[in-house]
């Protein structure tokens, strides 16, 4: 079993940047495909980004591509989401998703665990 603890959402203008963390639980973190996905009110949850195991692979949405970037320490059992640029379409909650097994980033019915989520709202 793996717990999520997302942390680093808020309130933040047009331009401006945040950096979500999910720390997590459990020894065999290193061995996850960790992702991130988002939900906007009224709207099904996207994918965001996702991040292979060793941190040496890295997925983006194509509306995120080149303004976030996703990162991982293993040592910490945490990964990062820096989301440079933001716009005020990047309102969602953002939720943390972590992947035991299978293969494949981009849908979430791929992923075991989730976190509680955490708000990001940019403001014109």
């Known amino acids: 079993q793996v717990q999520l603890v997302e942390s680093g959402g808020g309130l933040v203008q047009a331009g401006g940047s945040l950096r979500l963390s999910c720390a997590a639980s459990?020894?065999?973190?290193?061995?996850?495909?960790m992702g991130w996905f988002r939900q906007a009110p009224g709207k099904a949850r996207e994918f965001v980004a996702a991040?292979?195991?060793?941190?040496?692979?890295?997925y983006y949405a194509d509306s995120v591509k080149g303004r976030f970037t996703f990162s991982r320490d293993n040592t910490k059992n945490t990964v990062y989401l820096q989301m440079n640029s933001l716009k005020p379409e990047d309102t969602a909650v953002y939720y943390c998703?972590?992947?035991?097994?299978?293969?494949?980033?981009?849908?979430?019915?791929?992923?075991?665990?989730w976190g509680q989520g955490t708000q990001v709202t940019v403001s014109s």
């Open positions: 991040i292979s195991w060793s941190g040496g692979t890295t």
């Open positions: 998703a972590a992947r035991n097994s299978g293969s494949g980033y981009y849908s979430a019915r791929q992923y075991d665990y």
């Open positions: 459990g020894r065999t973190f290193s061995t996850y495909a």
